[in-house]
T-cell receptor, first 111, second 112 residues
Framework: RKEVEQDPGPFNVPEGATVAFNCTYSNSASQSFFWYRQDCRKEPKLLMSVYSSGNEDGRFTAQLNRASQYISLLIRDSKLSDSATYLCVVLRGGSARQLTFGSGTQLTVLP | DVKVTQSSRYLVKRTGEKVFLECVQDMDHENMFWYRQDPGLGLRLIYFSYDVKMKEKGDIPEGYSVSREKKERFSLILESASTNQTSMYLC???????????FGPGTRLTVT
């Protein structure tokens, strides 16, 4: 089983739609959680951290459910510029303390 | 702005060749990382380094080695390139106090 699992998509949504991505992680000792964004043929960049109480950054909302080992990202009022691959990222617990990346969910926002 | 640069964007090498991929960061970050990215598999950690001359194996170190002689530079070495090492290679760096990683633009390596 992969440490971090995501639905690969692709998700094709019209401009203005609300879209949600989910991610599950297998290691209950994982400590911190992030969403990264990767544009086509570009490097990944941090989109936002995910906090236990849930957090919002403009049109983006991230949620964490530790009991179910589940992370989500909600994008409201999708823009064409949101088209990208969204990577779920988990910080391993214990002495390793390295980031583990999901394989990503591809989003295309259509005009 | 943090800048991470990689020596080549595209590289084509023959099976058995020794390959050097270089990464330089300009923000005095202690930690540096090498990943490979393949479709459906995501980013997988090859090696990382916490400090100069320090190196640690990641999840897939076989067939690779690294060198960190200076804080700003982290090199990935393929001792004898094989076709299954055809991939996108991404370098990243971060400080010790943050888990935000800054990535270079990547090197697409093709081994024929």
């Amino acid at each position: 089983r992969k440490e971090v699992e995501q639905d690969p998509g692709p998700f094709n949504v019209p401009e203005g739609a609300t879209v949600a991505f989910n991610c599950t992680y297998s290691n209950s000792a994982s400590q911190s959680f992030f969403w990264y964004r990767q544009d086509c043929r570009k490097e990944p960049k941090l989109l936002m951290s995910v906090y236990s109480s849930g957090n919002e950054d403009g049109r983006f909302t991230a949620q964490l459910n530790r009991a179910s080992q589940y992370i989500s990202l909600l994008i409201r009022d999708s823009k064409l510029s949101d088209s990208a691959t969204y990577l779920c990222v988990v910080l391993r617990g214990g002495s390793a303390r390295q980031l583990t990346f999901g394989s990503g969910t591809q989003l295309t926002v259509l005009p | 702005d943090v800048k991470v640069t990689q020596s080549s964007r595209y590289l084509v090498k023959r099976t058995g060749e020794k390959v050097f991929l270089e990464c330089v960061q300009d923000m005095d970050h202690e930690n540096m990382f090498w990943y490979r990215q393949d479709p459906g598999l995501g980013l997988r950690l090859i090696y990382f380094s916490y400090d100069v001359k320090m190196k640690e194996k990641g999840d897939i170190p076989e067939g690779y080695s690294v060198s960190r002689e200076k804080k700003e530079r982290f090199s990935l070495i393929l001792e004898s390139a094989s076709t299954n090492q055809t991939s996108m290679y991404l370098c990243a760096s971060r400080t010790t106090s943050s888990y935000e990683q800054y990535f270079g633009p990547g090197t697409r390596l093709t081994v024929t």
